[in-house]
């Protein structure tokens, strides 16, 4: 992930300038941001003490370089707070539940956690950002508990939300950063279960959780 990042931070600054290429690159290399050297990037970035030749840096840039920021601790919700009192917009709110989830600490996590499984209190859309945030840059240690309770709880989901609700909960809170065969086999051993097998609609959605898995262990698989 550490050389993902290099790689994208160092096409954004040598691509040509305000050109869509190094837009992209500038957008997805808060997504693989990883280190204390990639966090001090993102940061001059975002306050202007590097710019970017061409490159204007717009509200949702800068929202995408902020929760890079986030994912790496570097910065909180005061911050996320700030942002959102001068973009308190439909995206903004938005940006800044995505954010908020992406705090990488095992509160933010579990709060993500009972507000998307325990209640309704979230709409369609700031669940569906808030739960995409859930596995933003987390480490496997974050994320490891909530494997069984993911299992525990989707039929839960599934019988208290909408389906749209429950499908944004059932796909973006799978633990899909932890691409291990357990987690494909504990996977395939749920979708045979009467429960699953009696709803034809979730388990499809399940089956399309376990398709990056398997993708990634044929990758890791090559790699050794």
């Known amino acids: 992930k550490a050389k993902i990042g290099d790689a994208l931070l160092k096409m ?15 957008k997805f290399t808060p997504r693989f941001a990883s280190t204390p050297e990639h966090a001090t990037a993102l940061r001059a970035i975002l306050s202007g003490e ?24 570097a910065a909180d919700g005061a911050e996320i707070d700030a942002m959102l009192a001068t973009d308190n917009t439909a995206n903004g709110q938005k940006a800044a539940a995505l954010a908020k989830a992406s705090v990488p600490t095992a509160e933010a996590k579990a709060a993500v956690w009972h507000t998307a499984v325990e209640t309704n209190d979230w709409s369609n859309t700031i669940l569906q950002y808030s739960t995409l945030g859930f596995s933003r840059g987390a480490n496997i240690d974050l994320l490891a508990p909530y494997v069984e309770k993911y299992f525990q709880d989707v039929l839960k989901i599934w019988n208290t939300k909408t389906f749209k609700m429950a499908e944004y909960a059932i796909v ?53």
């Not at 954004?12 to 500038?26: C, D, I, K, P």
């Not at 710019?51 to 902020?66: F, H, P, Q, V, Y």
């Not at 051993?189 to 009467?194: C, I, V, Y």
Request: glycine share 4%.
């Open 172 to 224: 973006n809170l799978y633990p899909i950063t932890i691409a291990t065969k357990e987690l494909a086999d504990k996977t395939r051993a749920f979708l045979d279960t009467p429960e699953i097998t009696a709803i034809p609609a979730l388990r499809r959605l399940l089956v399309e959780n376990l398709d990056p898995i398997d993708r990634a262990l044929k990758v890791q698989a090559k790699d050794n």
């Open 50 to 73: 590097e710019k970017l030749s061409g490159r204007e840096i717009d509200t949702d840039l800068k929202w995408d370089l902020l929760t890079g920021l986030v994912t790496l601790g």
């Open 12 to 26: 954004a600054r040598e691509a040509e300038a305000g050109s869509e290429a190094q837009l992209q690159f500038l």
